[in-house]
């Protein structure tokens, strides 16, 4: 970021909405990744009464504050701005056509999301088999889609584009659900299409600001129940803390129904 930054993300790090965003200027190039500062948000501690001021209250992230102090939310609504007054290639399809089939998928991501956060966030067990169905069931409505509109090509169109950039950060969360509930995606023609999308646009260039150890160990909380910072009983640290470094921590358990360690064991 050089002197010549105007706008301000709000962000958590380890957010997948964040990494849209992220993606999205990884895209666009230096001269919109310029344009932009992260301001580093830590969802373990009281929000700042005034970042709380700007937003109204909510808390959700990530949000963009402009050079005016005009404020905007939500990651999709985020991405469009910037990729409209940012210089750089457009990542949305120029093509109207196009834009519009981006559009459709990117409606399924509400029920994917929501779909892969309540299966890792389940503490019953009898509940599993439904949980992984339900999750399948997304994967599969996600191959369908790309079966109609781009069966023979890895991306949706041409190249890593605007829908990539809104659904790699969820196959890279997921991996919460490989680590955690042993799931993937069975070898089944009906996920061959949405497989092959997967696998390219984890390994994308444009897409590397997280790993799978830094998902895996700061999603932990996730894995007992307790979302966006909140302690699970028995805790008095998150592991969404920033300190100590999740690299210095040991890998959590993966049998999340287990009996759960404390702080001192998780290295936090
Ligand atoms: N629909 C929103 C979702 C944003 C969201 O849920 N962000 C989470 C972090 S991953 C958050 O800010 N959680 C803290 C909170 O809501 O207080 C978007 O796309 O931007």
């Known amino acids: 970021m050089s002197q010549a930054a105007s706008f301000v993300v709000h962000h958590i790090p380890v ?11 990884a895209l666009k190039g230096n001269d919109a990744q310029e344009r932009v500062r992260f301001e580093v948000v830590d969802i373990t501690r009281p929000r700042d009464a005034a970042l709380l001021a700007k937003t109204r209250g909510t808390t959700a992230l990530p949000v963009l504050e402009l050079p005016d102090g005009r404020v905007l939310k939500e990651s999709l609504v985020l991405m469009r701005y910037l990729d409209e007054v ?3 290639p457009a990542v949305a399809a120029a093509d109207p056509y196009r834009r519009a089939v981006e559009g459709m998928l990117s409606r399924l991501e509400g029920d994917f999301v929501q ?9 019953d ?7 992984r169905e339900r999750m399948l069931e997304q994967f599969a409505r996600l191959d369908a889609f790309l079966v109609e509109h781009a069966p023979a090509g890895t991306f949706l169109f041409d190249d890593f584009g605007w829908s990539e950039a809104v659904f790699t950060p969820m196959f890279m969360r997921f991996w919460f659900l490989e680590y955690y509930e042993d799931f993937d995606l069975p070898p089944e023609p009906r996920f061959e299409r949405v497989r092959r999308w997967r696998t390219s646009c984890l390994a994308h260039p444009a897409a590397q600001q997280v790993t799978r150890e830094e998902i895996v160990k700061s999603y932990y909380d996730y ?3 307790a979302g966006n910072g909140a302690l699970p009983a028995g805790r008095a640290r998150s592991s969404f803390a920033f300190e100590p470094h999740w690299r210095t921590r040991p890998w959590p358990p993966r049998d999340k ?12």
Do not use: H, K, T
């Not at 964040?18 to 993606?23: D, F, K, L, T």
């Not at 779909?115 to 503490?123: H, I, K, S």
């Not at 067990?125 to 949980?131: E, S």
């Open 15 to 25: 957010c997948p909405f964040s990494q849209r965003v992220e993606i999205l200027l």
């Open 86 to 88: 940012l210089p750089g």
């Open 115 to 123: 779909a892969g956060y309540v299966f890792v966030m389940n503490q």
């Open 125 to 131: 067990p009898d509940r599993r088999g439904a949980l």
């Open 223 to 225: 894995a007992l129940g």
């Open 257 to 268: 129904y287990g009996p759960p360690p404390g702080d001192a064991a998780l290295g936090l």
